[in-house]
């Protein structure tokens, strides 16, 4: 089980950091993400983290802005959002990976990944 946190109402320009906690089970997956899903649009790949040796990629929207991390004896991921924009409003995703094996998806998209969190909402707003 995958439980988001940390969303909220926030100005331009200020700074979020969202946490996605697992439970349930042993934790060691593949790897970690974060989407994210503004109403009427796509869910779309924001970040992702390698559990093991912490590799990350972002999309270009975010690059320079937000950074994910882990915390592996915690189980959880993080994501920092700094100079938020009008439109990183969302509905922020965490997403595991639990295996290596190639599904024929890539990390940017929803196939890749096996289990899903429920969500916590980012409203970027004056």
């Known amino acids: 089980q995958l439980v988001e946190s940390g969303g909220g109402l926030v100005q331009p320009g200020g700074s979020l950091r969202l946490s996605c906690a697992a439970s349930?089970?042993?934790?060691?997956?593949?790897?970690m993400g974060w989407f994210r899903q503004a109403p009427g649009r796509e869910r779309e790949f924001v970040a992702v983290?390698?559990?093991?040796?912490?590799?990350?990629y972002y999309a270009d929207s975010v690059k320079g802005r937000f950074s994910i991390s882990r915390d592996n004896a915690k189980n959880t991921v993080y994501l920092q959002m700094n100079s938020l924009k009008p439109e990183d409003t969302g509905v922020y995703y965490c997403?595991?990976?639990?295996?290596?094996?190639?599904?024929?998806?890539?990390?940017?998209?929803?196939?890749?990944?096996?289990?899903w969190g429920q969500g916590t909402q980012v409203t970027v707003s004056s």
């Open positions: 997403a595991a990976k639990y295996t290596s094996m190639y599904n024929g998806y890539s990390y940017t998209e929803k196939g890749w990944y096996d289990y």
């Open positions: 349930g089970r042993t934790f060691s997956p593949y790897g």
């Open positions: 983290i390698t559990w093991r040796g912490g590799i990350t």
